[in-house]
């Protein structure tokens, strides 16, 4: 009788997965293992895709495959991002840009091109109203001022420093370096103060904000603009990408160790977890 008890406490066998199931699971183990060894490269090209396709639309419309750059417009525009002419890049244009006279920006202003253009017939370019700025959402470009990408300046220094941020981090892991952590309080002071002041003070300028300060009005550059959105884009990737480092490093080790069981990779060299520091 106690055999019969003790032979029932013992732990089934774990079933070992041969053939076509077990190159199954070989096969999903390494696509997982291949994205924790290069995660960092995989958020730099997604990010980069994703600023490479708002740019996309301009030259769509340039050689004439409207279809494709609406489609693009489309999915990019609110709430993704505004598309206000005035505030985002254009190609094969006179200029690069074109903001308005309130930023001081020496080059031609976007009132001074808008006046000329038959999408603004009806519109004060001089005011910024409801109207004025649903009409800068919808303009999509002329032959003379270019075609304008479907990301704001702002939006593409962003997603386009994130691209910069991650391929440097890999570069660093390739080469053994360990990224440090980012004190919040210097992520505040880099990444969303700057951004804060040059991007929200805008919006007193804007109906219905602008009657809360009389007399207010600002508009940012493109510079400004890129500078700011670059520090933010920069700011969050170095915020995160040291904690997610080391979210993924044990995965990475234990499929490894996985996977060298299995004869399936070579058995890597012995890693220390060491505990996450701030």
């Known amino acids: 009788m106690e055999q019969h008890v003790i032979d029932d406490l013992t732990p089934p066998q774990k079933k070992t997965v041969t053939g076509w199931q077990r190159d199954v699971v070989i096969f999903l183990d390494k696509q997982i293992l291949g994205f924790a060894r290069h995660w960092a490269v995989v958020i730099a090209l997604i990010s980069g895709l994703y600023v490479g396709i708002s740019f996309l639309a301009p030259i769509a419309m340039q050689y004439g495959q409207t279809g494709l750059a609406n489609v693009i417009y489309t999915v990019y525009g609110p709430p993704v991002c505004h598309q206000l002419a005035f505030r985002t890049w254009f190609l094969f244009g006179e200029q690069a840009a074109y903001p308005r006279e309130l930023a001081g920006v020496p080059g031609g202003s976007f009132e001074d091109y808008a006046r000329q253009e038959p999408a603004f017939a009806n519109v004060d370019v001089n005011t910024l109203n409801s109207v004025m700025v649903y009409a800068a959402q919808d303009f999509r ?138």
């Open 141 to 278: 470009g002329s032959p003379q001022m270019g075609w304008k990408a479907a990301l704001c300046e702002r939006c593409v220094a962003i997603y386009g420093s994130i691209t910069l941020y991650g391929l440097a981090f890999a570069l660093l892991r390739k080469l053994k370096i360990k990224v440090s952590y980012l004190p919040f309080w210097l992520y505040l002071l880099i990444a969303l103060v700057p951004i804060g002041l040059d991007g929200v003070s805008q919006w007193f300028s804007v109906p219905p904000l602008n009657s809360l300060i009389a007399n207010f009005t600002r508009e940012s550059t493109p510079f400004l603009r890129t500078l700011t959105g670059a520090l933010f884009g920069v700011g969050n990737a170095w915020l995160a990408f040291p904690y997610i480092d080391d979210s993924i490093k044990e995965t990475r080790i234990l499929v490894e160790n996985k996977l060298a069981k299995a004869g399936a990779i070579e058995a890597a060299p012995a890693e220390i977890m060491e505990p996450i520091s701030h």
